[in-house]
């Protein structure tokens, strides 16, 4: 999965909502993602979303059991 031009895929990128993130040990989307977007540097801490790999397939969203993933068309 190559690096996407950016702004092309700005629409469809979503993002983790630091209120409802729980920053669980265990973080299903991590895995759930085949962009290998969804990561976490920290191991305690919120995990991101790297918009050059995201592809908008919002598998992350499946996985989180706490709805923390926001869609865009869900953004303010
Ligand atoms: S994104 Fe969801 S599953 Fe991952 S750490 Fe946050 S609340 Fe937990
Ligand atoms: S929308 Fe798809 S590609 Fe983007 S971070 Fe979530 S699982 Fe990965």
């Known amino acids: 999965m190559g690096h996407n031009p950016s702004s092309l895929w700005d629409d469809v990128v979503p993002r983790v909502d630091p209120v409802r993130c729980q920053r669980c040990a265990d973080c299903p989307p991590?895995?759930?993602c085949s962009a290998q977007a969804f990561r976490r540097?920290?191991?305690?801490?919120?995990?991101v979303i790297?918009?050059?790999?995201?592809?908008?397939?919002?598998s992350?969203?499946?996985a989180c059991t706490y709805g923390a993933i926001i869609l865009p068309r869900q953004a303010p």
């Open 30 to 32: 991590m895995a759930s």
């Open 41 to 47: 540097d920290d191991p305690d801490g919120i995990p």
């Open 50 to 58: 790297d918009e050059g790999f995201c592809f908008g397939c919002y």
């Open 60 to 62: 992350c969203a499946d």
